[in-house]
């Protein structure tokens, strides 16, 4: 029987704008289902059109009118620091709604969740670190040249289903550094992580409207987007519906940060030992039960190998134990809702009806009679043009892709519409090294899924654009203005002769 609990929010059908829980224009709400038991986890509030509006132009007055973009770096970050010790406080909160809303291990969420109080202290010591102000020697004929850096303004931040407490932080801790003010618009598949990010700036007394929270479905978040006081939408979901923003945002000439799908390769090379690879791949596919946008889907190997590939991550998928993400014993829970787990099996079955050889998994556990659980699935002998080795699955699905040798696997590797992620398997660093320059993706990892959040996470091609994540990630939320001045002001220390 798997485990549920109730949501600890405060006040789950109320909306945070303008640091005060207000009620919405409609009674309309939002059921969120737990995916392990599919009875209704939580209630909550489903901003609309006006609402939304509300939300932007309470963080508009905040932005041109308030205290936040007006405070020092240090001050701001004072502020942050407070919210991370909050977030901190409240991280076992956020690993009980984790698996509740899309069917992480508890395990897992209960792992991860303090992170979020990490990332907005990494942030805070950019007050410190980072050249907010630099000094340049001109040619224009000004006597000092000065680059400034200053807040976008005011940022959108919408948030996906899949990591909801991560992701919030990536984007709201170095918008809050740099200034802006902030409307988040939480998923409703997933909204208690943004319900839980508003009553953490509640509690640390963060000035009215630098964080607003709504939570709506895709017609509101629309209005969101187009709402000409939004000087910026950072958003991670799906290419589609990235494509779609940029191009309502690109009539007004307006800034955004896309962090969209992946279909990533593994590339295993000759001198690396099959078993071991298998096992990392396998291990890291039941990730969130595969809902990872890094997720390395593809795996490309030498051609007389790939069979044993196959089959071994099959095998070690037959070990995998699934179901209630609540359980210790667990490996990997559900996926997040049942539109999901449709999509899922019905990439499955395409595959299968296209020929290709089930070498692990292929449908719902047999011991599981409720819940949006699928069995970890690995493809034998995919054909790179296939929808299974070219679409984003977002479950845990595995394609093995023959390559007739190394340069052909890079070949196969880039041959994607993503990329987002990537890994090279090989017992020579340098040979890692060079295939990692040749592949388009914004990571590589050596033997593993690896990404790094406090360098920088981002795509190119269709995977996105920006980058989040350290000093890279602070950049998006900042203007740069160039000042020439015909003497030095006296904020700046004297020249010394």
């Given amino acids: 029987m798997a485990t549920s609990f109730q949501a600890p929010l405060k006040d789950p059908k109320r909306i945070f704008i303008g640091g005060e829980w207000v009620d919405p224009s409609s009674d309309a709400l939002i059921d969120v289902i737990s995916p392990a038991t599919e009875e209704l986890f939580v209630q909550v509030a489903s901003a609309q059109a006006s609402d939304v509006d509300r939300a932007v132009a309470a963080a508009r007055d905040a932005f041109d009118n308030g205290p936040w973009p007006r405070m020092s ?60 102000e630099e000094e340049h020697k001109t040619v224009s004929g000004a006597k000092l040249g000065l680059l400034v850096r200053e807040p976008v303004g005011v940022v959108g931040a919408i948030i996906p289903w899949n990591g909801p407490i991560m992701i919030t932080a990536f984007k709201v801790a170095p918008a809050l550094i740099a200034g802006c003010t902030v409307v988040i618009k939480g998923s409703p598949e997933a909204p208690g992580h943004a319900l839980l990010m508003a009553e953490v700036a509640e509690k640390v007394g963060l000035p009215k409207g630098v964080i607003n929270v709504v939570i709506a479905d895709r017609d509101a978040s629309e209005a969101l987007v187009r709402n000409p006081g939004i000087d910026k939408i950072s958003f991670t979901g799906s290419s589609a519906t990235g494509r779609h923003i940029a191009s309502i945002l690109g009539e007004r000439m307006a800034r955004y940060t896309l962090e969209l799908g992946g279909k990533s390769a593994a590339i295993i090379l000759d001198d690396y ?63 997040a809702t049942r539109k999901q787990r449709d999509r899922v099996q019905g990439y499955i079955d395409r595959a299968k009806a296209d020929g290709y050889r089930v070498a692990g998994g292929g449908g719902r556990p047999a011991h599981l009679n ?53 890994a090279v398997f090989t017992n020579d660093v340098d040979r890692a090294y060079s295939v990692a320059r040749q592949i388009r993706t914004g990571t590589v990892g050596h033997n593993g899924h690896h990404v790094d959040f406090m360098i ?42």
Avoid at 99 to 118: C, F, Q, R
Avoid at 303 to 321: P, Q, T, Y
């Fill in 370 to 422: 409720r819940g949006f659980f699928v069995e970890p699935t690995v493809f034998a002998g995919v054909d790179n043009n296939a929808a299974i080795a070219q679409e984003e699955v977002f479950g845990p699905v595995l394609s093995v892709i023959p390559a007739a040798d190394e340069a052909d696997a890079v070949r196969i590797a880039n041959d994607s519409q993503f990329g987002l992620n990537g």
């Fill in 73 to 132: 770096h240090k001050e701001r970050a004072d502020y942050m620091n407070r919210l991370a010790e909050e977030l901190t406080a409240r991280a076992a909160d956020a690993a009980q709604i984790w698996p509740n809303e899309m069917g992480i291990l508890h395990s897992v969420a209960s792992s991860v969740t303090p992170a979020a109080g990490h990332f907005f202290r990494y942030y805070a010591k950019m007050a410190d670190t980072f050249a907010f």
């Fill in 273 to 335: 030992d099959v078993e071991t690879a298998a096992n990392e791949i396998a291990a890291r596919a039941c990730d969130m039960t595969g809902q990872v946008c890094a997720a390395l889907t593809r795996v490309v190997v030498p051609r007389h190998r790939a069979d044993a590939v196959a089959d071994a991550i099959g095998a070690a998928f037959s070990k995998v134990v699934v179901g209630d993400p609540f359980d210790p014993a667990t490996q990997m829970g559900p996926v």
């Fill in 456 to 497: 920088a996470f981002g795509g190119f091609k269709q995977s996105g654009v920006g980058r989040e994540g350290g000093v890279e990630g602070l950049y998006p939320y900042l203007e740069t203005k160039t000042i020439l001045l015909g003497g030095r002001p006296g904020h700046l220390p004297p020249v010394e002769v």
